[in-house]
């Protein structure tokens, strides 16, 4: 699951020395465990809603299309709110959004309306990017300087729960319902008033809390501000970008279909087959615990391009064997996805200090490759096989070595 990072936040050691930030801290992994949670639970989602409504697999997509639409429409937006509003505040109005497009389920399954559901899922996007945009200051906030980035690494790990832990609940709660229900879409009714529920509840406590103020600072640039040169004329920022669409649709994508995937191959129920994509997940949370300590000793350039040959080579012997093998080798894939985003991200803003704001937005924005990718997939497994369909993603990663090769390069690296 993809997190926005917020950089050039500044907040002076001195003036927050003493003041105990275990249950701000607590209060922030519980947020981050509920994004990766229901972002995830978007997997159960599709093929629920894809035998309920009887779609097809680019329609069953739309789930995925309209949510993760909202980085791409909501990313600047958001910026500005919580820039004016504050980041606490910013996080209490995301929770309240989210909450929102919860409680439309119950309304959209009493009345078993798809768009209803997609409106909902929308509103809950929006939700959870503000919360995006506003917390991550936060966590960097609550200690010392030095630590920041640790603290975001450990917050981030418990999003990758709330990850792994979201299909099981889906299969359990949702799935299961599935022949019982029929026509009927009843079965997300109750698990997403509870959803709704914890989100008020964590708002309250977020608001309660005082929290450290927050300023913003700026770091040194390759070139000076006097040049007033285009954000688009760092390169590696540039082709970062596209490598942050490839790489969300990529993960998006096959989080997506992989219960489809493997009910088809191992010929099961989509109940039984779900419980295999918190696998998936859970590579991504061991996978991010093992990166953290290769990317001490190893370049993060050369651990990019590795992962995402990999990922490659996972997903052709996927399509081209059969039974288990094939269903392993394609939740192989999420453990080396774990370290893509962050490694992708700190090498697109390079060097760019002053700019880096500002660049933060457009690889934000880019965040809607979970939409455009996952909807074609659907849509060339719609006309096609999966062997064929999983090429889509098999191109996005190739992208990515492409990245991880030489696009990261700034001009000047490759003069």
Known sequence: MPNIPLHNTVVSDQENSGQNYMPALISLAVLYFMNG?????????????????TLSYADSSLVQFYFFLTYGLMSFPAGMIVEKIGYKNGMVLGFAIAAIGALLFYPAADMHLYYLFLAALFFLAIGIVVLQVASNPYITALGPSKTASSRLTLIQAVGSIGTTVAPIFGAHYILSKLQESGTSSDAVKY???????????????????????????????????????????FRNLNFGAW?????????VSIGTFLTNYIADTRGVGVEDANSYVSYYWGGMLAGRLIGSYLLKTIRPSIILTICAAAAILLIVLSVSTSGTFAIWSMIGVGLFNSVMFAIIFSLSVQGLGNYTTKASGILSTAIVGGAIVSFSQGYVKDHSTWAVAFMIPVLCYLYIVFFGVNGYKSKAEIL
Request: hydrophobic share 50%.
């Open 37 to 53: 949670f229901i972002t995830c639970l978007n997997d159960t989602l599709v093929p629920f809603f894809k035998e309920g409504f």
């Open 243 to 251: 490598a942050i669409f490839a790489y969300v649709g990529a993960e």
């Open 191 to 233: 698990p997403y008033l509870g959803i709704a529920a914890l989100l008020i509840i964590i708002a309250f406590i977020v608001y309660t809390l005082n929290l450290p103020k927050i300023g913003t600072g700026s770091g040194n640039t390759q070139r000076n501000n006097s040049d007033r040169v285009s954000i688009f004329s």
